[in-house]
C-alpha cells in the first residue's frame, strides 16, 4: 500500500480498493481485520514495529498522530527498548518529522530506574545493560557494582556488549551467594529490524540467568508489566476505559492493555503475523486488528479528514 492511501478494512497483505476508506471488517487466513469505530481520550503507541521500523516512520504514522493531536486526544509513546533514554527518543521522533516532547515518551530505562528508587534505593544493582541504562542509574544516585557479594538486584537488559563474565557475575550474586533479586527492563526476545531481520534482545539474557540459578524473575518493569502500566497512566491521567494501547507484539502492548481493562488495537507492521494472531490464545488477541497505523483513525474521522481521496 502507498504512503497516500487510507488504510481499509482489507486483508493485511492485500491492495487497498482506490478511494476507499476502511470499513468494517475483512476476514483474512483465520483473523479478522478490524477498525476502530470510534475516538478514545487516551493513545498509548509502541515504538519500534508500530510507529517506526529501522529509520523510517511506517506508512500513516505521522498524519494519524498529527490527527488525534489536532483532535486534542492525548498521545503517550512507550518502548521495551533499554538502548535509548527518553531524550534519544525524543531526537529520533524528531529526525524522522514527527517532533514529540519528552514528556510524551515513556521508557524501560525510566521505569526500571523508577522501581529501584520507589522499592529499594539503597540497594546495589549490577545491570547487564547499555550506557543509557548506566547512565539514568547513576543519574539517580543508585549504587553500581560488579563485586557479586555486594550486589542486591541484578538487572538484565538488551545488552549488545553482554559476555560470559558479565553472566558470570550476575550467577554468582543471585545462586552462590544468594542475595540478589533478578530484574528485567523487558521480556522481549528479540528486537525487530527492516527485511525482516531481528536483534536478540533481554529475553535471553532473562532466559540464562533463570535457567543458570533456576530463579524464575523477581519484576518486569516494561511491557506487559503493571510496573509499565502505572508509570504510563500516571502520565496521561485517564482511566483505562478511555484509552487505547497500539503495537505489534502479542505477549507485550496487546497483553498488557487486555490485562488492565484497557482496549487494545494490533498493527500487523512488526512482529506478529496474521498467522501468529490466529494462533494466539484469546487473552492476548487484540479488539482491533490493523493492517497499518492510520487504521485506528475510525472511518468517519478519516473521510472528514479527506484522507480516502488522497
Not at 488504510?7 to 471488517?25: L, N, R
Not at 534519544?88 to 510524551?104: D, F, I, Q, V
Not at 543519574?139 to 538484565?156: K, L, Q
Not at 487486555?258 to 487473552?283: C, F, I, K, Q, Y
Amino acid at each position: 500500500m502507498s504512503g497516500g492511501e487510507a488504510p481499509t478494512g482489507e486483508t493485511p497483505t492485500g491492495e487497498a480498493p482506490t478511494g476507499e476508506a476502511p470499513t468494517g471488517e475483512t476476514p483474512t487466513a483465520g483473523v479478522t481485520v478490524r477498525v476502530p469505530d470510534r475516538l478514545y481520550d487516551g493513545y498509548i503507541f509502541d515504538l519500534d514495529g508500530t510507529i517506526y521500523l529501522g529509520s523510517d516512520l511506517l506508512p500513516g504514522a505521522r498524519r494519524l498522530v498529527e490527527a488525534l493531536r489536532q483532535l486534542g486526544k492525548r498521545v503517550v509513546f512507550l518502548s521495551n527498548n533499554p538502548t535509548r533514554d527518553v531524550r534519544m527518543y525524543a531526537e529520533k521522533l524528531e529526525s524522522m518529522g514527527l517532533p514529540t516532547p519528552e514528556e510524551e515518551i515513556v521508557t524501560t530505562v525510566f521505569t526500571t530506574t523508577q522501581w529501584i528508587l520507589q522499592n529499594a534505593p539503597d540497594a546495589v544493582v549490577y545491570p547487564l545493560a547499555e550506557e543509557p541504562l548506566v547512565r539514568a542509574l547513576t543519574d539517580a544516585g543508585i549504587t553500581i557494582s560488579d563485586d557479586p557479594r555486594r550486589i542486591d538486584i541484578v538487572i538484565a537488559s538488551y545488552d549488545r556488549n553482554l559476555t560470559w563474565k558479565k553472566l558470570q557475575i550476575a550467577f554468582e550474586a543471585i545462586w552462590f551467594h544468594n542475595r540478589a533479586k533478578l530484574i528485567a527492563t523487558n521480556p522481549d526476545r528479540f528486537c525487530p529490524f527492516p527485511g525482516g531481520r531481528g536483534e536478540v534482545d533481554a529475553g535471553p539474557v532473562i532466559a540464562a540467568l533463570e535457567s543458570a540459578t533456576g530463579r524464575p524473575l523477581d519484576v518486569n518493569c516494561g511491557k506487559p508489566s503493571p510496573v509499565m502500566l502505572n508509570t504510563i497512566l500516571a502520565a496521561i491521567g485517564i482511566p483505562v476505559e478511555r484509552c487505547v494501547t497500539t503495537g505489534d507484539r502479542l505477549y507485550t502492548e496487546i497483553r498488557m492493555g487486555n490485562e488492565s481493562g484497557m482496549d487494545t488495537a494490533l498493527v500487523l507492521t512488526g512482529e506478529t503475523t496474521v498467522e501468529m494472531l490466529a494462533e494466539a490464545p484469546r487473552t492476548d488477541r487484540p479488539r482491533w486488528v490493523l493492517d497499518r497505523i492510520d487504521g485506528l483513525l475510525p472511518p468517519e474521522y478519516q473521510r472528514r479528514l479527506g484522507w480516502a481521496e488522497e
